[in-house]
């Protein structure tokens, strides 16, 4: 069955510095997502992108984010320069239609900021 | 926007008794409910969702029930066993994006 990845799996940063998430969202689907969680919290959305373009995004994706889709598999979110309170889990997600659709997650980055 | 609430935060049931969890919406636009099983580091699992049109779903020891009119859904599982200890989350969407609830942990003793 396919599926959602993520690469790397861990990350630490200094303050200050950028950081790349990578994510291959599974083939087929047409929208993708990034949602972050903050240890022991609940997940919460950051942005979707379809069609080359951002369709939605929170008030935590500020201007420090940025998401690109460089080639045909890879769909990347950019954080320019990494606050301490940027530290979570920081999950892609992938659906081949926008609504009613089951959302399948990849396994996560984790992105320690000190 | 959709705010989603959810309840108990912790759960702690015995081995082979029922578990509930529930969870309210704001926004009646919403009409795609899912619920996701989380282990300590793993990424989120669907387990069931259910869509505005039905009411109740069933798989195996795990139902859904759904109440547009309240603004409420509802997990359900049964015959609960160790493995199902996890944290549950339940969430909302109108249009793509998953507002999430704030999640219950759910401890099956043996």
């Keep these: 069955e396919p599926e959602v990845t993520q690469t790397p799996s861990h990350q630490v940063t200094q303050m200050g510095q950028e950081v790349i998430l990578r994510c291959v969202p599974i083939s087929n689907h047409l929208y993708f997502y990034w949602y972050r969680q903050i240890l022991g919290q609940k ?30 598999s890879n769909f990347t979110l950019k954080i320019r320069s990494t606050k301490l309170e940027d530290s979570a889990m920081y999950f892609c997600a992938s659906t081949y239609g926008a609504n009613q659709e089951t959302q399948y997650f990849g396994p996560g980055t984790r992105l320690l900021v000190l | 926007g959709e705010n989603v609430e959810q309840h108990p935060s912790t759960l702690s049931v015995q081995e082979g008794d029922s578990a509930v969890i529930k969870c309210t919406y704001s926004d009646s636009a919403s009409n795609y409910f899912p619920w996701y099983k989380q282990e300590l580091g793993k990424r989120p699992q669907l387990i069931i969702d259910i869509r505005s049109n039905v009411g109740e779903k069933k798989d195996q020891r795990i139902a859904v029930t759904l109440n547009k009119t309240a603004k409420h859904f509802s997990l359900h599982i049964t015959e609960t066993q160790p493995e199902d200890s996890a944290v549950y989350f339940c969430a909302a969407s109108g249009f793509q994006k998953l507002v999430f609830g704030t999640g219950t942990r759910l401890l099956v003793s043996p």
């Design chain 1, 43 to 72: 997940v919460e959305f950051l942005v979707s992108f379809y069609n080359n373009e951002i369709s939605e995004k929170s008030e935590i994706f500020d201007d420090q984010f940025s998401v690109e889709r460089p080639d045909g």
